[in-house]
């Protein structure tokens, strides 16, 4: 490219209708020329071709992606992960804002994120290291979507459980259980005072546990954990699989008394979450797994910020995420930022519940409540409930008595000395 040619792909914010561009936030690893690599970036992940040949015309100012910001952060001797490259020069780590015209893709996700994660953005000339940091959306382009149908208070209204976390546990063991000791399980977690018994993962529709038969069981004992209760109570069935069977797994489930759906949401894809959105009547809650492949390496990837914006764009109500915790290998600053996502103001769209998690337990309550701030999470232990000495049933109220010792503002030590459940985790 010319100096006129890179010009072409550089803007000021201030001069552009700020409504018709999504703002992306980059770390890139530049080698050579910094504002040819940069013009490159905006080109390919645009308009690429920007004027056909013998033509005077020119395509940027209406479709080309724009530097709007770029900051040289340093120079390095190498580049941070050994890449094969073409590019020659010095290499320098830069932070850029682009404004990118949303129009050149529309309200449609699929879309969106193959201009903003594409070819052209991870395999441009000259920068080898991409990370996509953040997205920002125009209120205009986040009202053509629908976002979460119950959100925060739905799930609320949903339970009756208001001023407090909502208690998620995931039935354990996670596979190999048959549905008639899945369901007892979760019925006794559901008696001791858990909000939402819930399917792993890792569990689909198989034969030894269909997703009908596992429905049907834990449907009934749903009911008649609110009937003995008096509370009401959510049975969380997970029914990611094929995209083509994803309905009828809805459909079937929800006939059942599932009164909540999980996905994984990247292995079935975001678009499919959002087609679920339309068609579902009760909660949809996203599950982690292949997140971590996109996002775990810090100058390279995309940051999973990114990703739960874009399930709360698709309509997820609650999104289950790597928690506090060495176990879940994500620094507390990004799980934070990840709880934000749900909770920040997003145009129009509800609220999605937060659900860190990694291997909690009574144990750990009160330092993720201090650590999200507020009462607006879910907590979702799975050994801390099913794995407790004195069952499924002394799990769950270990959990309760946690949040009734933090909201007397008493130890666990002192209260735990009248509540022999919670003692248990104690010595455990």
């Known amino acids: 490219m010319n100096a006129e040619d890179i010009q072409g792909f550089f803007a000021d914010r201030d001069q552009l209708d700020m409504a018709d561009y999504l703002e992306l936030e980059y770390y890139l690893e530049c080698i050579g020329d910094i504002r040819t690599s940069l013009a490159h970036f905006c080109s390919e992940q645009s308009t690429a071709q920007w004027r056909r040949v013998g033509f005077e015309e020119d395509f940027r100012e209406s479709y080309g992606a724009k530097v709007v910001r770029w900051q040289v952060l340093e120079e390095l001797a190498e580049l941070s992960y050994p ?153 969380l069935a997970n029914i990611t699989d094929e995209v083509d069977r994803m309905i009828e797994l809805h459909d079937v489930a929800v006939a059942n008394g599932a009164n909540a759906l999980l996905l994984n949401t990247m292995p079935v894809g975001l678009s499919a979450v959002r087609m679920l959105r339309k068609h579902t009547k009760v909660p949809l809650i996203g599950h982690f797994p292949f997140i971590a492949a996109f996002s775990r390496l810090e100058k390279y990837g995309v940051h999973t910020k990114v990703i739960t914006k874009l399930q709360r764009l698709a309509g997820l109500d609650a999104i289950i995420m790597p928690g506090f915790g060495n176990r879940m290998m994500t620094p507390e600053q990004e799980v934070r930022e990840n709880i934000e996502q749900c909770l920040n103001e997003m145009g129009s769209l509800k609220r999605s519940l937060p659900v860190p998690g990694g291997s909690d337990s009574a144990l750990t309550l009160e330092s993720v409540y201090r650590k999200v701030g507020s009462v607006d999470f879910g907590f979702v232990p799975g050994r801390g409930i099913f794995g407790h000495p004195m069952g499924p049933k002394a799990g769950a109220s270990s959990i309760r008595q946690a949040w009734d010792a933090i909201e007397k503002g008493q130890t666990l030590d002192s209260y735990a000395e009248t509540h022999p459940e919670l003692m248990v985790m104690l010595d455990k």
């Open 83 to 235: 890449v094969d490259h073409a590019a020659a020069g010095k290499i320098h780590a830069c932070r850029v804002t682009i404004a990118h015209p949303h129009g050149n893709f529309g309200p449609k996700i699929p879309n969106l994120i193959t201009a903003v994660c594409g070819e052209g953005t991870y395999f441009t000339s000259g920068i080898p290291l991409v990370k996509l940091l953040d997205i920002s959306f125009p209120d205009n382009y986040l009202a053509r979507f629908e976002g979460p149908k119950f959100g925060i208070e739905g799930i609320r209204d949903m339970l009756g459980a208001y001023g407090r976390p909502i208690f998620f546990g995931v039935v354990k063991p996670n596979i190999g259980l048959q549905p008639e000791h899945f369901s007892e399980i979760a019925y006794q977690s559901w008696l001791g005072g858990l909000d939402i018994a819930k399917d792993d993962e890792m569990l689909a529709d198989v034969k030894w546990s269909t997703t009908r038969r596992r429905t049907e069981l834990l449907g009934k004992a749903r009911i008649k954990a609110e009937e003995l209760t008096g509370d009401k109570k959510i049975y």
